[in-house]
């Protein structure tokens, strides 16, 4: 071992990014479990590695016997700079495949999120191998785009969204259905939102074939919705174009619920927006000819809105919303009538019919006024009997 060796493992650094200190230390432990199997030893032994001169020494601890102390001597075998070499091999090439696997882990973990090409190199029935340079990831059937189909060589654009560590090197999930995707993809056609003038909000995507994104604008001169479409249309048909016809919905956001839920059912007019807090619930009146656009073909444009909203939401028309009204306004007039009815009983105001008929103490009222009647003519009569002997006299 010589400064031949240890000058490569400063080139391994600074190539590799690799500590050649870290590898010095892995190496000297290594030399030690070598020096231990070949040279039967019951001393404390230790290796040491020249830092200047790359030389390699070993050291044993032996105890003096005329002082009883122990000293530490220099036992290098003669033949060991053959064990020494074989060794540094193996430990150099182990020590750099696994900091190229924590290099890549590293790298890869910080891209959570992000979107990546890559090339397809094969396809089964569990995942499809995607190609990224210096590490293949794998797309799961789960994760893939209903009806898209991944030939050899093609390029494409994934979302990564999981990196595993591994003995064998990262292992990296990516997504052809995440709504990152559409949001990323944006990023990259939409200058105004990789610099910050215009923010998408939320996305809600059934991959393949519908989504919505919501967009708003953080400088007053910018459309935020001219900005994502682009002249002509050209900005968002190169998202649609990634996605494979995947149709894309462009709404201005909202801080007012009402308004926001409104323009989620796009291309629906709304007339009306009823907001139910305690329910997270918004009631939505649209006119009877765009019921059943503002439900979408099998519920899918209620239900992307609802999900770009976070809010249930309930569509009627106009006609039912009418209806239900009035359904209730007979209800309400009918009661009223009852109540009229009622206060026309003597001394029971407000009660309705039945209620008289059930009250209570209502047959003992009318036995009292028939005993208030009785009491009068008898006092009557006494008081013209009380006359009739004061005549004859």
Not at 173 to 180: A, C, F, I, M, Y
Not at 244 to 259: F, L, M, Q, R
Not at 338 to 355: C, D, V
Request: with cysteine.
């Amino acid at each position: 071992m010589n400064l031949e060796w240890l000058e490569a493992l400063r080139q391994i650094e600074r190539e590799k990014g690799i500590d050649s200190e870290t590898i010095i230390l892995a190496l000297e432990s290594a030399l030690l479990s070598a020096y231990k199997k070949n040279y039967t030893t019951t001393e404390e032994a230790r290796v040491e590695v020249n830092r200047e001169t790359g030389s390699i020494h070993v050291y044993s601890q032996i105890m003096d016997e005329k002082s009883g102390e122990i000293e530490e001597v220099e036992v290098t075998p003669r033949n060991f700079g053959r064990i020494a070499a074989q060794t540094a091999k193996q430990v150099i090439l182990q020590r750099i495949r696994e900091a190229e696997r924590d290099l890549m882990f590293e790298e890869y973990r910080e891209k959570v999120g992000d979107i990546v090409t890559g090339i397809v190199q094969q396809s089964d029935q569990r995942y499809t191998l995607v190609d990224l340079g210096k590490v293949e990831a794998l797309l799961p059937v789960s994760e893939q785009m209903h009806g898209e189909r991944y030939r050899h060589g093609m390029r494409v654009k994934v979302y990564i969204v999981e990196v595993r560590k591994t003995s064998k090197g990262p292992q990296i999930l990516v997504s052809r259905t995440h709504p990152g995707l559409l949001k990323r993809l944006f990023e990259l056609e939409v200058p105004e939102i990789a610099e910050g003038y215009v923010e998408i909000k939320a996305v809600a995507r059934e991959p393949g074939r519908r989504s919505k994104i919501a967009v708003v604008s953080h400088d007053r001169n910018i459309d935020p919705v001219g900005a994502c479409v682009g002249a002509r249309g050209s900005r968002v048909r190169m998202v649609v174009n990634e996605l494979k016809g995947e149709k894309v919905d462009i709404i201005p956001w909202k801080e007012d619920t009402g308004e926001f839920v409104s323009n989620a059912l796009s291309p629906s007019k709304v007339k009306e927006v009823i907001i139910h807090p305690e329910e997270e619930l918004a009631e939505v009146i649209v006119p009877d000819s765009h019921l059943s656009l503002a439900i979408g073909k099998e519920g899918q444009n209620a239900r992307l809105a609802a999900k770009l909203t976070g809010w249930r939401i309930d569509i009627k028309s106009e006609s039912q919303a009418r209806d239900e009204r009035e359904g209730y306004t007979v209800h309400a007039d009918e009661e009223g009538e009852a109540r009229i009815a009622a206060s026309e009983e003597p001394g029971l105001p407000g009660e309705t019919l039945e209620g008289v008929d059930e009250k209570p103490g209502h047959e003992g009222a009318e036995q009292g006024l028939e005993e208030v009647e009785v009491t009068e003519e008898a006092e009557e009569a006494e008081e013209a009997a009380a006359e009739e002997p004061a005549e004859d006299e």
